[in-house]
Every structure is written in structure tokens, then in C-alpha cells.
């Protein structure tokens, strides 16, 4: 747990009926974080950033914001501020009304002069000071993430939440958008709380991500021991594409772990675990399969069954012997040494640091 967190969530629970969208989760978030929340839809990852925001009020446990107890107090008294997927810009306010209506709500005695110049920063701090006369029909959709931004940030709210902010753009603008956020994060040094169903997203932009299933947390970690060690096969398969393949406990000896797949292929992990016999799921990252042997390595020999061109690298999916599940491989293009043609057969290898181990679960 963080020390003295900004955001404490403790034994939280949210029900709807008799339904539990929340399972007493506790979650503790550092000044100055960038945390996001990851999860397929119906997961609880908004439920959990409506809760901080005061938007919905939690069943049982508590909310801290900045060492106050706030879970029964409404949103316009948290030190916080919402940036909508919808952007929920007033379409017949200019840019500057739009960013200084906070300002005019929340501060009445706040000097025009003052709210002025935060808007005119907040405005330059977000790259559009040319455009504060324009209205939201006039800019792009781009432009108009960016005015959500400043609106929000004008307010120096102890906390930032960002419920899918980037959504609604397009790929490349996406793309830009979060170097972006992650700029902003640095220069305003407040604490960001975000939303989103994208892993690339949450991997790009994150100090730590919270990967939520079900209503209940499954892992909460830096975006490199997520993807290096996740929990278990849920984590492997949402972080980043996974091969999960089931396999039976064959032996253990220094350390590693030798399995046997269906077909009796063996493979060794230099993972140990709690037992010396049983089912377990193994996973393998699709980049970390080679087509160059080298001592030591795992061997799995398949079958070609699709090569997909994708710029500088192939994706290949193939069959082993025994499994009706396929394996992908993310290959560089310019270093693929063999015809990896549909009904080719073909050697790869793994070694045996790279292949993840998930005792007792099936794939």
C-alpha cells in the first residue's frame, strides 16, 4: 500500500440491487501518480472512477481524497475535476468561456484579472492560444479533447480524472494525443486517474496500471512487471497478446519447470513453483518466438496455417500437433530466414526465461 496516498479507495463496494458491480476492492494512489484503471467493459473500471469523483456514492467502505474522508460528499466539493469521454463542451460558449466557467462557478472571488490569465495558461498549456474565440462546431475533434483539458485543468484540481479521453479520436490522433497527456502529466505534476479499455493506452501512458475483472482487481503494477509477470492468465491475455497453452506438470530440478503439451512436446520454464505434478497454463509472449535456434531453447515444431504482412513485421499464425488452439508469432520482417507460406511447416524456439507459468488453470 502507498504511504500517505492522495486517493484511498478502502473496502469499497458498489451494488446496484442485487447486482455487485464493486467487491470491496482497496486501491491507494500516490501524489503525482499517473494510474490507470484497465478493464473489458462491465469490468467496474468507470464504477471505480465515478466513486472517486463523487458521481456515484459507494455501498460500503470508504473514500479518501488528500487524507478527507469524502465518501459521502458530492463531486463540486472534491479537490477533483472530470475530463468526459464526450468532452461535454457548451456549444454556444467561445473556447475561453467554456475553460473559465469552472473558474466563475467555483470562485466568485476570484478577480476577473486572475481568472483571465489561468485561462490564457491553461489555454497555452494545451497548444491552442489562437483558438479562444472560436466554439466547439468550429474545431476539430482533436482540438476540442484539448479545450476539455485545459477546462479541467484550469480549476488546479488535486486530482485529475480521465474517463476515456482519447476514444472518440482517430488512431493517428490518438497516437498524438497521448504523448500529449503524458506531457501534460510531467509539466502540471497532479495526480491522473484514467479510464480506458485500451492496453496499449494504459502501457504508453502509465506509472502504475490497476487491471480490473468482474468487478474486483486482478493486478495492480508498473506497466513492465504487468507484462513481464503478470498474475495469471487473465493479466497474460489482456496485457499484451499471449499465447496460453495448456500443459501438465512433468518435473521440477533447479529452479525450472519442464512441462508436457498434448501432443508430448516438452518445454522448460526457469520459473519454480508450489508442485511437482498437476495442470498448469504456460504462456508465451508472440514476439518472444524465434525462428533461429540457439542452445538451450525450447523447440515446437508447426505448421503454417496464415502469414499476415504488417509493415516492418509478419504475424504468423500457427498449428501444433494435438492443440486446436493456435499459436501467433510477431516476427521482423527483414529477419525471417524461411518460406513461411499457409501449409508450410516450420521449427520455432522459445527459451526458457521467456515462457510464463500459471499453475492449476486451464488456458
Do not use: W
Request: neutral net charge.
Amino acid at each position: 500500500m502507498t504511504s500517505n496516498p492522495i486517493v484511498a479507495l478502502s473496502g469499497v463496494t458498489k451494488t446496484y440491487g442485487i447486482f455487485t458491480a464493486l467487491h470491496a476492492i482497496d486501491l491507494d494512489i500516490a501524489e503525482g501518480e499517473f494510474v490507470t484503471l484497465l478493464g473489458p467493459s462491465g469490468c467496474g473500471k468507470t464504477t471505480t472512477l465515478r466513486l472517486i469523483g463523487g458521481f456515484e456514492q459507494a455501498s460500503t467502505g470508504r473514500v479518501s481524497i488528500d487524507g478527507a474522508d469524502v465518501t459521502a460528499s458530492p463531486p463540486y466539493r472534491r479537490p477533483v475535476n472530470t475530463v468526459f469521454q464526450d468532452y461535454a463542451l457548451f456549444p454556444h460558449m467561445t473556447v475561453t468561456e467554456n475553460i473559465g466557467y469552472g473558474l466563475s462557478v467555483k470562485s466568485n472571488n476570484l478577480p476577473k484579472s486572475d481568472r483571465d490569465k489561468r485561462v490564457a495558461d491553461a489555454l497555452a498549456m494545451v497548444g491552442l492560444e489562437g483558438m479562444a474565440r472560436r466554439r466547439p462546431g468550429e474545431l476539430s475533434g482533436g482540438q476540442r479533447q484539448r479545450i476539455a483539458m485545459a477546462r479541467a485543468i484550469v480549476r488546479r484540481p488535486r486530482v485529475l480524472l480521465l474517463d476515456e479521453p482519447l476514444s472518440a479520436l482517430d488512431v493517428k490522433l490518438r497516437e498524438g494525443m497521448q504523448v500529449e497527456l503524458k506531457r501534460l502529466h510531467r509539466e502540471l505534476g497532479i495526480t491522473f486517474v484514467m479510464v480506458t479499455h485500451d492496453q496499449t493506452e494504459a502501457l504508453a501512458l502509465s506509472d502504475r496500471i490497476v487491471v480490473m475483472n468482474q468487478g474486483r482487481i486482478a493486478q495492480i503494477g508498473s506497466p513492465t512487471e504487468l507484462y513481464d509477470n503478470p498474475a495469471n492468465p487473465y493479466v497474460a491475455d489482456f496485457i499484451g497478446a499471449t499465447n496460453l497453452i495448456d500443459a501438465e506438470i512433468s518435473g521440477r530440478e533447479n529452479g525450472a519447470t519442464t512441462f508436457r503439451l498434448a501432443n508430448g512436446t516438452m518445454l522448460r520454464a526457469n520459473r519454480d513453483g508450489s508442485s511437482s505434478a498437476g495442470k498448469a497454463t504456460i504462456g508465451i509472449r508472440p514476439e518472444r518466438l524465434q525462428t533461429r535456434p540457439g542452445e538451450g531453447l525450447n523447440v515446437l515444431d508447426c505448421t503454417v496455417l496464415e502469414s499476415l504482412f504488417h509493415g516492418d513485421r509478419l504475424r504468423v499464425e500457427l498449428g501444433i500437433y494435438g492443440s486446436d488452439k493456435p499459436l501467433f508469432a510477431e516476427l521482423p520482417r527483414m529477419e525471417v530466414p524461411m518460406d513461411l507460406s499457409p501449409g508450410k511447416t516450420a521449427t520455432f524456439y522459445v527459451d526458457p526465461a521467456d515462457v510464463m507459468v500459471f499453475e492449476g488453470g486451464a488456458a
